[in-house]
T-cell receptor, first 116, second 114 residues
Framework: AQKVTQAQTEISVVEKEDVTLDCVYE???????LFWYKQPPSGELVFLIR??????QNEISGRYSWNFQKSTSSFNFTITASQVVDSAVYFC?????????????FGTGTKLQVIP | EAGVAQSPRYKIIEKRQSVAFWCNPI?????LYWYQQILGQGPKLLIQ????????DSQLPKDRFSAERLKGVDSTLKIQPAKLEDSAVYLC????????????FGAGTRLSVL
């Protein structure tokens, strides 16, 4: 069975601080995909990044960066110089192939509040 | 490109009543998902369609919930009869399918059961 753990329920930071959101996953599959989604107060989840299990390269996109480490089964997300617009709930998700289709499991989310 | 459309945005009903939600996917997306998101929790998959066939409905309470996907395009999710614990946001997501499996979400329908 697949599992995604986001141990941080809520995080508050002051604007311009850096913040890291943790994600730990469990799967016995060797091929899988990891995702991060952002859910702003408006409610619509927005895709941020996808990483497959064979690509452990870290990725940077503007103020966002992701650190994927298979050795610790973690896929952490860092926001540099946080802004108020970053306030949202962030979800980590795991996708594995099951019975001919992709089965997705979401974590419980981390609520980030950026204080001006 | 138009996004995933859901309606209604909000719905208030009394317990034991029926309710239906509608989802129109992004054109060409083969995979469609319905999620239930209770306040403060992550999305919980209710049902997943590949084209117009069901591939996963293991977490759908089939005694009261039903869903269909018409001609592999639009989808409806129905609850009959509703219970208080069904109060949640119902999210529809679609994707092109395959390994990439990026999901594109609608704005959701917030259901309150009184």
């Amino acid at each position: 069975a697949q599992k995604v753990t986001q141990a941080q329920t809520e995080i508050s930071v002051v604007e311009k601080e850096d913040v890291t959101l943790d994600c730990v996953y469990e799967t016995r599959d060797t091929t899988y995909y990891l995702f991060w989604y952002k859910q702003p107060p408006s409610g619509e989840l927005v895709f941020l990044i996808r990483r497959n299990s064979f690509d452990e390269q870290n990725e940077i996109s503007g103020r966002y960066s992701w650190n994927f480490q298979k050795s610790t089964s973690s896929f952490n997300f860092t926001i540099t110089a946080s802004q108020v617009v970053d306030s949202a709930v962030y979800f980590c998700a795991l996708s594995v192939r099951s019975g001919g289709y992709q089965k997705v499991t979401f974590g419980t989310g981390t609520k980030l509040q950026v204080i001006p | 490109e138009a996004g995933v459309a859901q309606s209604p945005r909000y719905k208030i009903i009394e317990k034991r009543q029926s309710v239906a939600f509608w989802c129109n996917p992004i054109s060409g997306h083969a995979t469609l998902y319905w999620y239930q998101q209770i306040l403060g929790q992550g999305p919980k998959l209710l049902i997943q369609f590949q084209n117009n066939g069901v591939v996963d409905d293991s977490q759908l309470p089939k005694d009261r919930f039903s869903a269909e996907r018409l001609k592999g395009v639009d989808s409806t999710l129905k609850i009959q009869p509703a219970k208080l614990e069904d109060s949640a946001v119902y999210l529809c997501a679609t994707g092109q399918g395959g390994g990439q499996n990026i999901q594109y979400f609608g704005a959701g329908t917030r259901l309150s059961v009184l």
